[in-house]
């Protein structure tokens, strides 16, 4: 588990109280990990931070599902909001 800085947020996922930790990762190679039973998600924050939180959200809802098919969802979900971000910033440029 990271000791460097970080920040914890409080989330409700599943009914279940859970925390978010991001932390400044420096050269480390993990991005991110669910710990079950702990009710913990640990985030790299970096550039990757938005991808990685989505990943480790899907495995803390659905803990048995295959690391490809976590893998799959997320890749889908980041489709998805990068074309919404996209969308919603040519709705607002008119
Ligand atoms: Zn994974």
């Not at 990762?25 to 924050?45: A, E, H, M, P, Q």
């Not at 989505?54 to 803390?60: K, L, M, N």
């Not at 809802?61 to 969308?87: K, M, N, W, Y």
């Amino acid at each position: 588990m990271p000791r460097a800085p970080h920040f914890d947020v409080k989330v409700s996922l599943r009914g279940q109280e859970w925390t978010l930790r991001f932390y400044n990762g420096g050269s480390s190679k993990t991005l991110g990990r669910c710990y079950f039973d702990k009710k913990l998600i640990t985030v790299k924050n970096d550039k990757e931070a938005m991808s990685t939180l989505i990943h480790e959200i899907i495995h803390a809802c659905q803990p048995d599902l295959s690391e490809e098919a976590v893998l799959e969802i997320e890749a889908a979900i980041v489709t998805g909001l990068e074309a919404f971000s996209r969308h919603s910033v040519k709705a607002v440029a008119g």
